[in-house]
């Protein structure tokens, strides 16, 4: 099966940026559409961005729409997640996930199928 490692998280200042990347290995070439969801404290899973397999296509939450921009490369098996203009109401983990094999573009967190660790993001005031 496909296996998802986050990385890039970290501690970050009001107003800056951060890149997450998703790595994927394993059994990788199933057309799954993948995405970023995000759990801050206390809170439901939020979708946060999703991308169609080929990339062409996103989808982003009105919380981060002109925040984030999020790009995968197939050839290298990753997901980034560019997130700029950062305020505290993104502190959260962060988790990379990918949907079934049949490369439906997903919008909603419950639709994702495989899932990451996790990254830990932290904005300060």
């Known amino acids: 099966q496909v296996q998802l490692v986050e990385s890039g998280g970290g501690l970050v200042q009001a107003g800056g940026s951060l890149r997450l990347s998703c790595l994927a290995s394993?059994?990788?070439?199933?057309?799954?559409?993948m995405g970023w969801v995000r759990q801050g404290p206390g809170k439901e899973r939020e979708f946060v961005a999703g991308?169609?397999?080929?990339?062409?296509?996103?989808f982003y939450a009105d919380s981060v729409k002109g925040r984030f921009t999020l790009s995968r490369d197939n050839g290298k098996n990753t997901m980034y997640l560019q997130m700029n203009s950062l305020t505290a109401d993104d502190t959260a983990v962060y988790y990379c996930?990918?949907?079934?094999?049949?490369?439906?573009?997903?919008?909603?967190?419950?639709?994702?199928?495989?899932w990451g660790q996790g990254t830990q993001v932290t904005v300060s005031s």
């Open positions: 996930a990918a949907g079934p094999t049949s490369g439906r573009m997903i919008t909603t967190a419950k639709d994702y199928s495989v």
């Open positions: 394993g059994r990788t070439s199933s057309n799954r559409a």
């Open positions: 991308i169609s397999w080929r990339g062409s296509i996103t």
